[in-house]
Nanobody, 122 residues
């Protein structure tokens, strides 16, 4: 059974930084693309950042230049380094592994976990 557990969220002021972590089990982590997704209150889940198995990263337009998505295959972990945070980054953040199209928002290896809350105050 695939399990993904997110951590590292919190409350910060505008301009602050946070580093989210996601640890995976039950899958061949090094073979999978991994993504970070977020869902704001009343909004739809969106792709924030993606890293392929080969280490190529891609970012949503709203976070380019501010967020990075490193991965550590030995630890089966993927991170989301978030800098220059803005109030509009406030959301619950989730990690997951896409199946098929890398930017899918419907097909994933695992069910969604509880995520980790990020709150950015102005």
């Amino acid at each position: 059974q695939v399990q993904l557990v997110e951590s590292g969220g919190g409350s910060v002021e505008t301009g602050g930084s946070l580093r989210l972590s996601c640890v995976a089990s039950g899958l061949t982590f090094s073979d999978r693309a991994m993504g970070w997704y977020r869902q704001a209150p009343g909004g739809q889940r969106e792709l924030v950042a993606l890293i392929t198995a080969e280490g190529r990263a891609d970012y949503g337009d709203s976070v380019k230049g501010r967020f990075t998505i490193p991965r550590d295959n030995a630890k089966k972990m993927v991170y989301l380094q978030m800098n220059s945070l803005k109030p509009e980054d406030t959301a619950v953040y989730y990690c997951n592994a896409p199946v098929g199209h890398l930017k899918t928002l419907t097909n994933f290896v695992a069910s969604w976990g509880q995520g980790t809350q990020v709150t950015v105050s102005s």
